[in-house]
Structure formats: structure tokens, C-alpha cells
């Protein structure tokens, strides 16, 4: 109904100007920039927030939902136009390969600083107190166990599309499985579930995310991750094997490009090399969804009204 209606407003304008693509004239193409959606809030919202941003600057734009995988290669090779967090933790190995076959742009590192991790509720401190320690939680593995689990403790991760390897698990030599959900609505589901009985929980979470401001929590101390973890078996604290460490801890979140795009759409292009979120942006897109229950066209908008001296230089500085 609501983008039914809006639609309509947009023709009307456009008949109104008389010349059809005039809108456009600045945005170099009329085609659609194509902007791919994924399967977690922030991502969504502020794929709606830039393609409003790039519609100010008379662009069409389309979202497309796509695997966050193999979007780097839907990116390399031109059928999306755009991705807007490329998180290092879960992402950096199928951005790599797409950067190594060439057609995929670096368009530059948002200041907002990322980790994706094992994490739990603050309340959980209470039941294995040596907590955010991995050795604690390893020792406290019969609290997070199952009934189903025999006898193991349950680690709740997110989507298999995440590539979140469980050979963590064996590489450390811990008592628990990996069990995944099918959504980043079923974390959080798990989390409010088990945050009403106060029962131990660990679980994948990321941040910046909402749950920063709303349930305090930290992510698990895992041996430092190092490049050499993922590779060298001799490298860490098992000498025979890889995975024996976490992921980063102050992980990048960057934005990406097809290559053609500096030519097609360049002043799309360029304000996407300025677009710089914050923790507290990210965080707040994704409160707006998970906690305020708003669409993601909406609180897209909504984001773009409350921060105009944010976005007014991306669009409009002429440095
Ligand atoms: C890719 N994610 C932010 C859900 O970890």
C-alpha cells in the first residue's frame, strides 16, 4: 500500500516535469542501481538509507535480495551494483576471491569497528563466573547443554549462509556442538527465550548491532585471531590443527563496488566512497527494526530525517 502510493507520487511528479529521465540527467545512467539485501537488519536498512540517498541525487534504484556470500561475485561481475557491509568476520575470505578475479571495488571502510563472535547475555556471568574467558566457558559446558545435546553445551549460531566454521569447536578440544538457526529472527528468539528464565545461554551475535544498548552481554574470549589460524596447523595452541582461535576482534566493515560503476553512476559512486556509519548508526538502524518493529523502507527514511549534517556532506561537499 504505502510503496503502491509513493510510486504513484513519483509518476506524477515525473509527468509533471514533462520530460521524461530529466531526474536522472545528474546520475550519469537511468538504469537502476542495483542494491543487494541480506538476511540481518543494519544490512537492510541502510541498503534503503543509501539508495534514498542515491535517489536525492536522481538515480533509480532496486533491491534485490541476495545470498551475502555470493554477492562478491554477483558485485565482481556487474548484477548488483553495490554492497554496503562487508563484514571481515564473515565475509573478508569470499570478498577476497572476488578482489583476486578482478571487477569488485574496495570503496573504502566504514569508522565503525566490528566483531562477530560467540556471545552471551550479561546475566549468564552469574552462572559461570569465569566468564567472558573461553577456558571458563569450556569448563562450564553442562549448563548450556540440551536434551537433545547429549550432554554437550549448546553453541546457537546463525544462518549456514554465514560460513561460521565448527571446527572451532574440535580444534579446541570443547564439550559443546554447533547447532544453527534459520534467521537472525530465531537468535533472538533464542535470546528472549532463554533471558525470561534466566537460563544459560551462548550464542552467535554481532555488533554494532541492537542488543549493544539492550541487554549489555559480551562476546567470548578466544585465543587472538591471527591470518595464520585459518591455515597453519602448527601455528596456535593446537599444534595440529586450524580454527584454534577466534575471530577478529576489531574486525573492518567495508563497502564495496562493481567496477564499472565510477563511469555509469559517478556521482553515486562518489558519494559512496564518503558514506561513513558509525557504530552508533549501525546500531540504531538495526534498533529501529528489532526493537521499534519498523519496516526497512521506513526506518530507512526515518534515519535519513534525523541526520541530515551526517549524509548532507556525502551528497553535496564539493571536496
Ligand atoms: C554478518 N553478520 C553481521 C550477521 O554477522
Not at 41 to 65: A, D, R, W
Request: charged share 20%; with cysteine.
Amino acid at each position: 500500500m504505502k510503496l503502491l502510493s509513493k510510486r504513484a507520487v513519483a509518476i506524477t511528479l515525473f509527468a509533471g516535469l514533462g520530460v521524461a529521465g530529466t531526474a536522472n540527467a545528474d546520475c550519469g545512467s537511468s538504469d537502476s542501481i542495483v542494491i543487494p539485501t541480506h538476511n540481518w537488519s543494519s544490512q537492510i536498512v541502510m541498503s534503503h538509507v543509501v539508495g534514498q540517498l542515491f535517489e536525492k541525487l536522481g538515480c533509480n534504484v532496486e533491491y534485490t535480495p541476495t545470498d551475502s556470500q555470493a554477492v562478491y561475485e554477483a558485485v565482481r561481475i556487474g548484477d548488483a551494483t553495490i554492497e554496503l557491509e562487508v563484514w571481515e568476520g564473515s565475509f573478508a575470505t569470499s570478498f577476497n576471491a572476488a578482489l583476486d578475479k578482478g571487477g569488485i571495488l574496495d570503496a573504502g571502510t566504514h569508522d565503525a569497528v566490528t566483531r562477530e563472535e560467540w556471545w552471551y547475555p550479561t546475566y549468564v556471568e552469574e552462572h559461570c563466573p569465569g566468564l567472558p574467558d573461553w577456558e571458563a566457558l569450556a569448563a562450564c559446558s553442562e549448563m548450556f547443554a540440551r536434551p537433545d545435546s547429549g550432554g554437550k553445551g549448546v553453541y546457537v549460531d546463525g544462518p549456514v549462509e554465514w560460513l561460521h566454521d565448527p571446527a572451532r569447536i574440535d580444534a579446541l578440544g570443547m564439550n559443546f556442538i554447533q547447532i544453527n538457526v534459520g534467521s537472525a529472527a530465531a537468535l533472538w528468539a533464542e535470546l528472549e527465550a532463554a533471558a525470561k528464565q534466566n537460563k544459560p545461554i551462548v550464542m552467535f551475535n554481532w555488533s554494532p548491532n541492537f542488543t549493544d544498548a539492550l541487554y549489555g552481554g559480551s562476546f567470548i574470549e578466544f585465543p587472538a585471531f591471527d591470518e595464520k589460524c585459518k591455515t597453519d596447523a602448527s601455528w596456535g595452541i593446537n599444534p595440529d590443527a586450524t580454527n584454534d582461535c577466534g575471530s577478529p576482534a576489531g574486525g573492518y566493515l567495508k563497502k564495496a563496488a562493481w567496477h564499472g560503476m565510477p563511469t555509469k553512476w559517478p556521482a553515486a559512486y562518489k558519494a559512496l566512497t564518503r558514506i561513513n556509519f558509525t557504530t552508533n548508526h549501525v546500531g540504531t538502524m538495526a534498533m529501529f527494526v528489532d526493537i521499534d518493529e519498523m519496516e526497512h523502507d521506513e526506518a530507512a527514511a526515518r534515519w535519513i530525517s534525523e541526520n541530515e549534517e551526517v549524509w548532507n556532506d556525502w551528497l553535496y561537499a564539493s571536496q
